[in-house]
């Protein structure tokens, strides 16, 4: 009966055991962190002024019509792209002036017989802009490559004798004038 006994102890020392570990805690929390980064790339100084040179009247009006007269390049730099980063569009917007949609807006200048232009390709002064090289406000884009996550975007403004009789252009005349544009660049 003794054994009979420390066999039924140690049966229900078992169970007891057995039965503690089966009310457990059986249940826990999984904790995950992590970041997702709105990486960009960066862009150098997209805010700028260009100043154009002072025009001698009589000098400008003898300069070649539709030529580049002054071209004052903008050179954006772009870095710290993300590796899945090829490509830079540049969109630039403004007011057109006149029926040319590649000319800007000079505003309420008496200035006449010159014309603010931007182009996308390198030019130089005393040269006509290749075909289809003008932006022509919110309708044209250029791409520019991004390379190990870097590149350049580039552009041309420039200013041009320009004759438009309906504009009041043949003669130039003198005067002050101020205009502006808009850039954008997107990544993909």
Do not use: W
């Not at 260009?50 to 009006?61: G, L, P």
């Not at 071209?71 to 630039?92: H, L, R």
């Not at 040319?100 to 505003?107: A, E, K, P, T």
């Amino acid at each position: 009966m003794k054994k009979t006994l420390a066999s039924m102890l140690i049966g229900s020392a078992i169970m007891a055991a057995s039965a503690s570990a089966a009310f457990a805690n059986t249940s826990g929390t999984m904790t995950f962190t992590g970041t997702v980064a709105d990486t960009t790339c960066t862009v150098s100084d997209l805010n700028q002024s260009i100043v154009f040179s002072n025009y001698d009247r009589t000098t400008f009006q003898k300069a070649v019509l539709h030529t580049a007269y002054e071209v004052q390049p903008i050179n954006y730099q772009v870095s710290g792209c993300p590796a899945n980063i090829t490509n830079a569009k540049m969109n630039v917007s403004y007011t057109p002036g006149g029926s040319s949609l590649q000319r800007l807006n000079l505003g309420s200048t008496s200035a006449r017989g010159l014309a603010v232009l931007i182009s996308k390709v390198p030019v130089s002064p005393g040269s006509n802009t290749p075909n289809g090289s003008l932006y022509a406000t919110n309708s044209t884009e250029k791409d520019f490559p991004i390379v190990n996550g870097s590149g350049v975007v580039s552009l041309y403004p420039l200013t041009m004798r320009v004759n438009s009789s309906y504009l009041g252009q043949n003669t130039v005349v003198a005067g002050d004038f101020t205009t502006s544009a808009n850039v954008e660049l997107t990544f993909n």
